[in-house]
């Protein structure tokens, strides 16, 4: 599983906004400022507030905020929510049939791998990732 840009914009926007929490940024400012295309933008900013992740103030001093609080928001979850999480077995060789009856070379190395990742996003919050001060993407 490798996330997808889609995915990697939403992480970076919600870790941008956890860096400046006290701050309100505009959809334009965080374009700016961040240098993803504005049309995407503004789509991931409708996504993440339609999920409850972030919410829009309006009026002169408005801007985007967080909903909830940091230790609330679920790095899956956001993943999910703008993507979706692939649970279902695949071949990350890319055959058609890799079950366990024909499993490629690769399957229980990757089907290992693949849960561990699942678990990391499912347990790991917003609150998480700014404390060790990782920078997401």
Not at 6 to 17: C, D, Q, V
Not at 25 to 42: D, G, T, V
Not at 56 to 78: N, Y
Request: charged residues 25%.
């Amino acid at each position: 599983m490798i996330l997808s840009k889609t995915s990697e914009y939403a992480l970076r926007i919600l870790s941008f906004m956890a860096r400046h929490d006290q701050e309100k940024f505009s959809a334009q400012e965080m374009h700016e400022k961040m240098q993803i295309p504005e049309r995407y933008m503004r789509r991931l900013l409708t996504k993440l507030a339609n999920n409850g992740f972030i919410k829009s103030e309006r009026g002169r001093t408005g801007g985007f905020v967080f909903a909830k609080p940091l230790d609330q928001i679920i790095i899956g979850d956001v993943v999910a929510s703008v993507e979706g999480i692939e649970t279902e077995s695949y071949c990350i060789l890319g055959f058609s049939e890799c079950s366990f009856d024909h499993a490629c070379s690769m399957h229980e190395v990757w089907t290992e791998t693949r849960d561990q990742v699942i678990k990391l996003l499912t347990m790991t919050t917003l609150a998480d990732l700014m404390k060790k001060e990782i920078k997401v993407f």
